[in-house]
């Protein structure tokens, strides 16, 4: 097949919205590339409503926002190939394409990673226990259920509290699974007020806080869930036949970390500036893999973001390698995506994640001690997105060392 | 079947682990006609499927042993055959690492019982040589010894070639069959389970974790078996760059450590623990052991700490009192048992089915059929080192089912999967399709592939996706 000039391995929010904008800036031979038989990544089992707000104004459910930017993308002329793996991505810029018609060496001028995040799975988390099945992630509960219409189970604990927690207690119920507890080790629920009490008094799903498993039971078939109070030290044996983890997104970061692309210890995601440069020229990278576990819309916006940049210098520079001062956390605040800013090129915003409540809101920047700039939080709560504008560290002097971000 | 009487076989193996499928496979190409009885569904799904993945040199064994003596040579047959095979198998070679005093004094003893065991390349390393070896060790790693001919081979794929080349030349593979009783007749013995009873003229116990039981049924109390757990953590293949080689730990009076391995599958190996249980069937992790395992992980390679855990899991493996291998035939009721085949038993399997086949000519055993010398099967390439499927543009281009990605972490395609469902020893559960083909094996545990691999599974092989998945009615 003939070279691609912009390869997009992932298409999902992040990489079919970076191919729309860069066909739409004029590149031609943009090439989206993805896994699976059907374009539209992680919404396309996501069967509530809400996608799309962020970036196309308008509310729709997971799959039509799928097909939605999947047809943009086509319509601007980008090609989508399906069932294709992007097997690597070499030192020298190329990457061997793996599907039913074959293998494929390409040689692109740029490639873009927007392979996504998936949940942490409940070997990861060390979860003590026999290996019994009915044992889930939200990600493979979904597709379970919407896409393979397979049979689950009726009784499920939920393990965790924040968005994708209550969209997986939906998708139980949708499967005639009753969720029998929701646990978090946090000492709230993190997601929007109303869906938390929705669930606990229309669906009568308790939340257990400031509790975790403790052990799974059960050989063949998951039979109870071990939950530790952590405050008194209490077990409690929880009957239940299913058990889902939900949430601790880890980015899929293989391909990047093969192609010697430098990650962030924080994020485990690769280290980028605001337009999806990473350390390594003619590799970018956007959407969940840098920053997992925020919405579509805002994976979206950053792909779009990362292709208007990338079609802007694409006909008269090679693909630069990301630039600028670091920026650093302290805690509570665990992550700040990009991590990389270049005050001559500020990023619209910056997203911070925290890892525990706090009352405190404002979060104030610092470059060798010396303020630059301030910004209040609407919230504070651990697993969401704290946007705050870039602007926060437009006072910041180039070559003045790091950037740190503290909550007072 | 037989001239001469009701006799269905001449062999009745008792467990269809690595050493029971060996046994069978040998005895097989002897002449025997066989049958193997399991209560597990698959074959090498007890003690073989949870080992730690090593082809051994023996160099660790006691010298004049049994043991010794056929872990030298399984090694040596297991090799070529798993070359033949397409088994895939690593020569990464071993460092045993000191990290005390206690440990670093007890290094040149290790090399003498080595050169016993007829291992002339084992040799001292010095502290500097061990970390240009393996860089990234620990701060506190300090001398150790080389043990060039350890390497690592793909464990599943062993016993399934030994089962498929006994199947291959007519054994009767009787799974999900568990043994209720025995009975010494004039003519052999007859194996009494669930559903009917199977005669044969010499029975085999390679029972593993149930071996004594089935010793006591012909009156033998020669060893108990307790189970000993070892929990194991398996890292991402991120990891893989880490260690060249398996680093071992120096057994002392104290404790005998865990290792860290490389996998043929690319990943990384954390383990084992050992603990005596009581129950034979409790192959759970514990908070305790798997926090053990990562604080001995941290210390032998600190930069593990960051990569992600693929996999958990806990073995049993068959402790015997007395230890060492327990190999006894007992002539007068035709039986053979083969207990106390403890960790080294993946190598030492094959010589272990010579060793059985020469106490049965020793005890004028005849077979029904004329020898057979078939070539070993050709297993599925599973290494990652090997040219899988979906990189193997001659496949590809045969089947196109073959570049159809299904399993993405490991990189498995559709074909794999349907061919495992079909297989000569097919794979009828989960467990036996990850154990032939890896899928779900790898770092999203099903995330990305759970339902489909399901969905597959249930169509190819006419099982429905509640049993596959034992949803409770």
């Not at chain 1, 793996?98 to 990673?113: H, K, S, T």
């Not at chain 1, 576990?293 to 292709?307: C, D, K, N, Y």
């Not at chain 2, 070896?133 to 060039?148: I, T, Y």
């Not at chain 2, 467990?431 to 779900?440: F, N, P, Q």
Request: net charge neutral; glycine share 12%.
């Amino acid at each position: 097949m003939s070279d691609p000039a912009v390869l997009v391995v992932g298409a999902g929010p992040a990489g079919l919205s970076a191919a729309h904008e860069l066909a739409v800036r004029g590149v031609t031979g943009v090439l989206v590339v993805d896994r699976e038989a059907s374009a539209g990544g992680i919404p396309r089992h996501c069967d509530h409503t809400g996608f799309g707000v962020q970036d196309l104004h308008r509310a729709m459910t997971g799959p039509a926002y799928a097909r939605r930017l999947a047809d943009r993308a086509a319509g601007a002329g980008v090609r989508i190939r399906l069932s294709t793996t992007v097997a690597e991505v070499g030192a020298d810029g190329s990457a061997t394409l793996v599907g039913p018609d074959g293998i494929d060496v390409v040689r692109p001028r740029a490639v873009l990673l927007a392979t996504g995040a998936r949940e942490r799975p409940r070997s990861a988390r060390l979860v003590p226990g026999d290996r019994p099945a009915g044992v889930f992630t939200t990600g493979q509960l979904q597709q379970w259920v919407l896409l393979a219409g397979l049979p689950v189970g009726r009784r499920a604990v939920v393990v965790g509290a924040e968005h994708v927690a209550y969209s997986a207690v939906l998708t139980l119920r949708h499967a005639g699974v009753r969720t029998v507890a929701m646990v978090t080790s946090l000492p709230r629920h993190q997601t929007v007020p109303a869906f938390a009490w929705a669930t606990r008094l229309g669906l009568r799903v308790p939340l257990r806080t400031s509790s975790r498993v403790a052990s799974l039971d059960g050989h063949g078939r998951l039979e109870a869930v071990d939950v530790e109070d952590l405050v008194t030290g209490v077990v409690d044996r929880i009957p239940a036949d299913t058990v889902v983890f939900t949430g601790e997104w880890v980015p899929d970061h293989e391909l990047a970390r093969r192609g010697g692309v430098v990650t962030d210890p924080a994020t485990l995601g690769p280290r980028t500036d605001g337009w999806g440069r990473t350390s390594r020229p003619g590799i970018l990278a956007a959407g969940n893999l840098v920053h997992p576990g925020e919405t579509a819309g805002l994976a979206a916006l950053g792909g779009r973001a990362a292709g208007r940049r990338l079609a802007e210098t694409f006909q008269r520079a090679t693909v630069r390698p990301a630039v600028g001062s670091l920026l650093t956390v302290a805690p509570p605040l665990v992550s700040v995506v990009p991590a990389l800013v270049d005050p001559d090129d500020l990023p619209d915003r910056l997203l911070l994640r925290t890892a525990a409540f706090t009352d405190r809101r404002l979060v104030v920047a610092r470059q060798s001690g010396r303020e630059i700039g301030r910004h209040r939080l609407r919230h504070s709560v651990p697993n969401r997105s704290l946007g705050v504008p870039g602007a926060v560290v437009g006072a910041m002097v180039s070559d003045g060392g790091p950037v740190e971000l503290t909550l007072i | 079947m037989h001239p001469g009487g009701d006799v269905e076989f001449d062999v009745a193996v008792v467990g269809a682990g690595v050493v029971g499928c060996a046994i069978a496979r040998h005895l097989a190409r002897a002449g025997a006609s066989v049958v193997v009885l399991d209560r597990a569904v698959d074959v090498g799904d007890g003690t073989s499927k949870a080992n730690t993945a090593i082809l051994h040199t023996g160099f660790d064994t006691e010298p004049g042993s049994l043991e010794s003596q056929l872990v030298v040579r399984g090694r040596s047959l297991l090799a070529d055959y798993a070359a033949a095979a397409g088994i895939a198998v690593e020569p990464t070679g071993a460092l045993l690492v000191a990290w005390d005093d206690e440990q670093e004094a007890r290094l040149p003893s290790l090399v003498d019982k080595a050169a016993a065991n007829g291992c002339a390349d084992v040799v001292l390393v010095g502290a500097e040589e061990v970390r240009a070896r393996e860089p990234h060790l620990g701060p506190a790693a300090r001398s150790g010894v080389s043990v060039p001919g350890e390497w690592v081979i793909d464990p599943w794929s062993v016993t399934l070639a030994f089962a498929t080349e006994a199947v291959g030349i007519g054994t009767v593979l009787r799974l999900g069959t568990p043994v209720v009783g025995l009975d010494v007749g004039d003519e052999g013995l007859e194996v009494r389970t669930p559903d009917d009873v199977v005669r044969a003229r010499w029975l085999v116990n390679a029972a593993g974790l149930g071996a004594d039981r089935i010793d006591e049924m012909l009156g033998h109390r020669d060893f108990t078996v307790t189970p000993r757990r070892g929990q194991l953590i398996v890292f991402d293949k991120l990891a893989r760059r880490l260690l060249t080689r398996i680093l071992l730990p120096v057994p002392t009076a104290r404790s005998k450590g865990v290792l860290v391995s490389p996998t043929t599958w690319g990943n990384v190996l954390l383990g084992p623990t050992a603990e005596d249980l009581e129950d034979r069937t409790d192959t759970a992790t514990t908070a305790e052991g798997m926090a053990r395992l990562l604080a001995d992980g941290r210390r032998i390679l600190p930069d593990l700490g960051a990569e992600e855990v693929t996999a958990t899991y806990a073995g049993l493996r068959a402790a015997t009192e007395p230890g060492g291998y327990q190999i006894h035939i007992h002539g007068d009721q035709r039986f053979v048992s083969v207990g106390g085949i403890r960790s080294t038993g993946l190598t030492s399997a094959m010589a272990v089915a010579e060793h059985v086949a020469g106490l049965l000519d020793g005890a004028v055993a005849t077979w029904s059929g004329r020898p057979v010398a078939t070539p070993p099967p050709v297993m599925p390439p599973l290494g990652e080192r090997q040219v899988r499927p979906m990189r193997d543009p001659v496949r590809i281009a045969a089947d196109p089912a073959y570049g159809t990605a299904l399993c993405h972490c490991e990189q498995v395609s559709r074909g794999e999967v349907r061919d495992a469902c079909h297989a000569s020893v097919p794979a009828t559960d989960l467990g036996g399709v990850r154990r032939r083909t890896r899928a779900m094996n790898g770092r999203c545990q099903g995330f990305y592939c759970g339902a489909e691999v399901v969905a597959l599974v249930a169509a190819e092989t006419g099982t429905r996706a509640t049993t596959l998945t034992r949803v409770p009615r």
